[in-house]
Nanobody
């Protein structure tokens, strides 16, 4: 059974930082292209960042220069380090594994990030 477990969310003031973690089990992690998505109330789930199995990264324009995604294949873990947080970054953040070979998608349960003074 594939499991993705996010952690690290919370309440932070504008301009602050948070690091989210996602630990993956039940799948060969190195075969996953790992992504972070977010969903604010009343909105669709939006792409935030992705890191391929070889480390290639892509980011949404709204987070470029502020967020950094990384992974450690030996720990089956992906992180997203979020700096200069803004109120509009408030959302539930979801971790995603995309198996390119089978085109399967797996999702975590999400972790809440709230940016507010």
């Amino acid at each position: 059974q594939v499991q993705l477990v996010e952690s690290g969310g919370g309440l932070v003031q504008p301009g602050g930082s948070l690091r989210l973690s996602c630990e993956v089990s039940g799948v060969i992690f190195s075969l996953c292209s790992m992504g972070w998505y977010r969903q604010a109330p009343g909105n669709q789930r939006d792409f935030v960042a992705r890191v391929g199995s070889a480390g290639t990264t892509t980011y949404a324009d709204s987070v470029k220069g502020r967020f950094t995604i990384s992974r450690d294949n030996s720990k089956n873990t992906v992180w997203i380090h979020m700096n200069s947080l803004r109120p509009e970054d408030t959302a539930v953040y979801y971790c995603n594994c995309w198996r390119r070979d089978t085109n399967d998608y797996y999702w975590g349960q999400g972790t809440q990030v709230t940016v507010s003074s």
